[in-house]
């Protein structure tokens, strides 16, 4: 099949950059129920923009690669180990093309590999049938959103919601639960897949499956058909809102699975994925590996600029929220004028650090002077060009919860006075932010592209040997746009969000289904 390795970095290319159409409307509707000038109508916004500059630049939507996984239908006979070749050839050219971010690590050394191949990666799942073409898709779903998967075993204590028992409105709460659960930090408005029955491994996988259903698609069996539609009846009432910004959608779509189990377990498994919902299939033909068909792409397909022209136009005349403007080094005076709500641009520099740089920052001195500046929860895409200069191809935040235990520390030690991310993050944190004079700034998440463009200068790097995602970038920036949701007084949007949410989660406690 001569054709087969072009057809595979296709599919990967255009997962990666080009969001499917189903998605593309569950967008599109969930930005017309929210009122002009709010936060979640300004993420909203910046969300429909980062999808029109991937569109544009065919560039990853989201920097996060995830742990790509395919899966693959073939008809009797089909050799599947060149399938797999084809399939970890196509991976390391995107990899090398910048279309994906290097994500496989070493789950020991940490080190990255480089190409995204690795022991276990890329995940790729055949299943035999008897049709005469290739059925392939692919989903890239990233960590962010990978980390707020969940399961329960049955019978359940949830807060909020009671004894969840083994039956279907035990499984109701569960998923309920899951929404209230995620907040911001997987970057909702999201989607969830749900797997019923099965034993741990199974119903993850069950639960995964139902990703790669349609959005639009409706559920042949009517108890789970009628679970589907209360969920998505429901879920929004929470409040949590796009980026847990609070707002009127905070689930765009949910698919549920049934399967068997045994007697003694009784597990609900939910995937959660973001917004940038990245899958995509085609059909291919069996003998030559060429496509025949995309898949996911039917129907009208939502012009964003429209869309973005509407909500201009719904603002003019409005009062705008505070704007300011940030510039490194950052008096702790300024921070402390900053307060919650408050919309921040930032020009001039900012650093990079994730996972493996705060680890590193609690026992050793930083590359550079920190005192006064900006660290940004940020692993980008990046491409080196033939003169060595590098250049940022995407760069949206990453989950900053995951940080928690160093964040207030680190800020002290060095003098950082702003850290942005998405999700937001705890208590240790907060009291961090109040005591030195800090501020916490949430960044779009997902939007890799709409912040790449405001990135226009890579200044340098340090730690590379902890790999792309997770090396010090030192970057010039000009119109970063964030909001303010943890500022030097004490308040946290993230908190009272999820106090506001945990009590309408409650509304949901007495039974339904029976």
Not at 286 to 306: I, M, N, P, R, S
Request: net charge negative.
């Amino acid at each position: 099949m001569e054709k087969l390795k072009d057809s595979m970095y296709q599919l990967i290319v255009e997962t990666s950059t080009n969001l499917p159409k189903d998605v593309r409307r569950a967008i599109a509707k969930a930005k017309a129920q929210e009122n002009a000038g709010t936060r979640a109508a300004m993420s909203l916004d910046t969300i429909s923009d980062n999808i029109l500059k991937a569109d544009e630049n065919v560039s990853p939507i989201c920097q996060d690669t995830g742990l790509p996984t395919f899966k693959i239908k073939v008809p009797v006979g089909v050799n599947q180990l060149k399938i797999k070749k084809a399939i970890k050839e196509a991976i390391t050219d995107a990899t090398a093309n910048s279309k994906l971010r290097p994500n496989s690590v070493d789950s020991l050394t940490g080190a990255n590999s480089g190409d995204n191949l690795g022991t276990g990666t890329p995940i790729i799942k055949f299943e035999q049938w008897e049709k005469d073409y290739i059925d392939a898709r692919l989903i890239l779903k990233g960590g962010g959103c990978e980390n707020k998967n969940i399961q329960y075993s049955l019978p359940t204590e949830l807060e909020g919601l009671g004894r969840a028992g083994r039956d279907l409105d035990g499984i109701r709460k569960c998923i309920m639960h899951s929404v209230y659960q995620a907040q911001g930090q997987g970057c909702s408005a999201g989607f969830i897949g749900v797997g019923i029955g099965g034993d741990r491994t199974s119903g993850y996988e069950l639960a995964k499956e139902q990703l790669f259903r349609s959005v639009e698609d409706t559920n042949p069996n009517e108890g789970l058909r009628k679970l589907e539609e209360y969920v998505m009846d429901n879920a929004n009432e929470l409040g949590i809102g796009t980026m847990g910004f609070g707002g009127e959608t905070t689930l765009l779509g949910c698919k549920v699975g049934v399967m068997n189990r045994i007697p003694a377990s009784f597990f609900v498994s939910v995937a959660y994925n973001c917004w940038a919902y990245r899958r995509l299939g085609f059909k291919l033909d069996a003998e030559t590996g060429e496509v025949q068909e995309w898949l996911y792409q039917d129907g009208e397909k939502v012009d964003f600029k429209k869309e973005m022209e509407k909500a201009a136009a719904a603002l003019e005349g409005q009062d705008k929220v505070r704007d300011v403007v940030l510039e490194a080094p950052i008096t702790e005076e300024k921070i402390r004028e900053l307060h919650v709500g408050d919309v921040v641009q930032i020009n001039g520099v900012m650093h990079t650090g994730r996972d493996a740089i705060h680890k590193h920052l609690m026992s050793n001195d930083a590359p550079v002077d920190l005192n006064g500046q900006i660290i940004y929860h940020c692993g980008p895409v990046m491409r080196k060009d033939e003169s060595g200069e590098y250049h940022v191809m995407a760069a949206g935040p990453t989950t900053s919860i995951r940080e928690e235990p160093y964040q207030g520390d680190i800020m002290k030690k060095f003098g950082i006075r702003a850290v942005i991310g998405k999700g937001g993050m705890g208590p240790k944190t907060l009291k961090a932010l109040e005591e030195h004079g800090g501020v916490y700034l949430n960044a779009i998440g997902g939007a890799a592209q709409y912040y790449a463009e405001c990135i226009k200068k890579v200044n340098g790097v340090d730690l590379l040997d902890f790999g792309i995602p997770e090396a010090m970038w030192h970057l010039q920036v000009e119109g970063f746009t964030a909001v303010v949701t943890m500022d030097s007084h004490g308040n946290s949007l993230h908190r009272d969000v999820e106090k506001s949410s945990l009590e309408k989660l409650t509304q949901f406690k007495d039974p339904v289904f029976k």
